[in-house]
């Protein structure tokens, strides 16, 4: 697939210092159209300094990163800049207003409206279902509701449909199941490969190595800042994984 395909997203010799110390060395990863790309690696091996690098939260002191081709440079290397490329984050903690329903979530900070003044509710409510259709999520019925009333996957389930909504391109996915349940953790992945099946392409950050090996085409491991070793799924065994996230 990646032989026959440009990256959606490139990630070219990228470090973040902070003070003294180099959190990221040299980062470097390539995401296609239509693929899960998993990275993984242990608590401070550098995997979230790479992700808010991607994600425009944090600029590289060095390297670049590319997207569909565009290099982002250092002054439109911010999060506004990045979303207005495709490129969407869903966070571990979801980044949800608990009081706020469903479709006020799906469009916190793109409230619509109407006549300038009223908040067009008949289109949020709209479009929230026809996310959800999208994704076949049929198990948040009532969207009216605080979001604070639904269940952990069906809160996670409407961050998702959020990244999907505004996000075109890449969709990224920090920790999606890591307090859920077993079924609502199978629905999560279920909808991951629902998300593939559009051509949107997804990196996925979990610890849990399982999943990884469910869902994802690729795997890049990061140890000690590095993005060490990269592997096909289908070309690596869990042990060899295990070894590579410990040892580089």
């Given at each position: 697939?990646?032989?026959?395909?440009?990256?959606?997203?490139?990630?070219?010799?990228?470090?973040?210092?902070?003070g003294?110390?180099?959190?990221?060395?040299?980062?470097?990863?390539?995401?296609?159209?239509?693929?899960?790309?998993?990275?993984?690696?242990?608590?401070?091996?550098?995997?979230?300094?790479?992700?808010?690098?991607?994600?425009?939260?944090?600029?590289?002191?060095?390297?670049f990163?590319?997207?569909?081709?565009?290099?982002?440079?250092?002054?439109?290397?911010n999060?506004?800049?990045?979303?207005?490329?495709?490129?969407?984050?869903?966070?571990?903690?979801?980044?949800?207003?608990?009081?706020?329903?469903?479709?006020?979530?799906?469009?916190?900070?793109?409230?619509?409206?109407?006549?300038?003044?009223?908040?067009?509710?008949?289109?949020?409510?709209?479009?929230?279902?026809?996310?959800?259709?999208?994704?076949?999520?049929?198990?948040?019925?009532?969207?009216?509701?605080?979001?604070?009333?639904?269940?952990?996957?069906?809160?996670?389930?409407?961050?998702i449909?959020?990244?999907?909504?505004?996000?075109?391109?890449?969709?990224?996915?920090?920790?999606?199941?890591?307090?859920?349940g077993?079924?609502?953790?199978?629905?999560?992945?279920?909808?991951i490969?629902?998300?593939?099946?559009?051509?949107?392409?997804?990196?996925?950050?979990?610890?849990?190595?399982?999943?990884v090996f469910?869902?994802?085409?690729?795997l890049?491991?990061?140890?000690?800042?590095?993005?060490?070793?990269?592997?096909?799924?289908?070309?690596?065994?869990?042990?060899?994984?295990?070894?590579?996230?410990?040892?580089?």
């Amino acid at each position: 697939m990646t032989d026959q395909l440009k990256p959606v997203l490139e990630v070219k010799n990228v470090s973040k210092f902070f003070g003294g110390v180099e959190a990221l060395k040299q980062g470097s990863l390539k995401l296609f159209p239509g693929e899960v790309l998993a990275i993984v690696g242990a608590n401070g091996a550098g995997k979230s300094t790479l992700i808010k690098i991607i994600a425009g939260v944090l600029n590289p002191d060095q390297g670049f990163v590319k997207i569909r081709g565009k290099n982002i440079g250092q002054d439109d290397h911010n999060v506004s800049f990045i979303r207005q490329q495709g490129v969407e984050v869903v966070y571990q903690d979801l980044a949800i207003v608990p009081n706020m329903s469903a479709p006020y979530n799906l469009f916190l900070g793109r409230i619509p409206r109407k006549f300038g003044i009223f908040v067009d509710e008949k289109k949020m409510l709209e479009k929230t279902k026809e996310v959800l259709s999208e994704l076949n999520i049929e198990t948040v019925q009532n969207l009216i509701r605080p979001i604070s009333e639904m269940s952990g996957g069906q809160q996670q389930s409407i961050a998702i449909g959020r990244a999907i909504a505004w996000g075109k391109d890449i969709v990224i996915l920090d920790e999606p199941t890591a307090a859920l349940g077993p079924n609502e953790t199978l629905e999560v992945e279920r909808i991951i490969r629902e998300i593939r099946k559009r051509g949107t392409a997804i990196i996925l950050i979990s610890h849990n190595l399982d999943q990884v090996f469910r869902v994802s085409d690729r795997l890049v491991v990061v140890h000690k800042g590095v993005t060490s070793r990269e592997f096909l799924r289908s070309e690596v065994t869990l042990e060899e994984l295990v070894k590579s996230i410990t040892t580089g």
